[in-house]
């Protein structure tokens, strides 16, 4: 089993930028998927990004594509999401979440642990 906190949340002006960082427990961070998915309010949760076990692959919702960018290091049991130009529409909860599954893995119900979430709001 595995525990996720996310940070990095916060409120930023459109075209902005903010980075997200998820911190992994235990010792068998590398055998994870790592996704990273959000929530905004009346809407369910939708795919962002994910990144392989080994962090050489990657895979983008097209929303978001050319301005975030998902990555992770495994020595420090942690997956970031640099997110870019952020625009309203980014606003949300963004969850990151972990899973032993195949690659790829873009739907939440791929998904077997969470974070507790941590909240992104962009002004315009």
């Known amino acids: 089993q595995v525990q996720l906190v996310e940070s990095g949340g916060g409120l930023v002006q459109a075209g902005g930028s903010l980075r997200l960082s998820c911190a992994a427990s235990?010792?068998?961070?590398?055998?994870?998927?790592m996704g990273w998915f959000r929530q905004a309010p009346g809407k369910e949760r939708e795919f962002v990004a994910a990144?392989?076990?080994?962090?050489?692959?990657?895979d983008y919702a097209d929303s978001v594509k050319g301005r975030f960018t998902i990555s992770r290091d495994n020595a420090k049991n942690t997956v970031y999401l640099q997110m870019n130009n952020l625009k309203p529409e980014d606003t949300g909860v963004y969850y990151c979440?972990?899973?032993?599954?195949?690659?790829?893995?873009?739907?939440?119900?791929?998904?077997?642990?969470w974070g507790q979430g941590t909240q992104v709001t962009v002004s315009s």
């Open positions: 979440a972990a899973t032993t599954g195949s690659w790829v893995a873009t739907t939440p119900k791929d998904y077997d642990y």
């Open positions: 235990g010792r068998t961070f590398w055998r994870y998927v």
């Open positions: 990144i392989s076990r080994s962090g050489g692959s990657t």
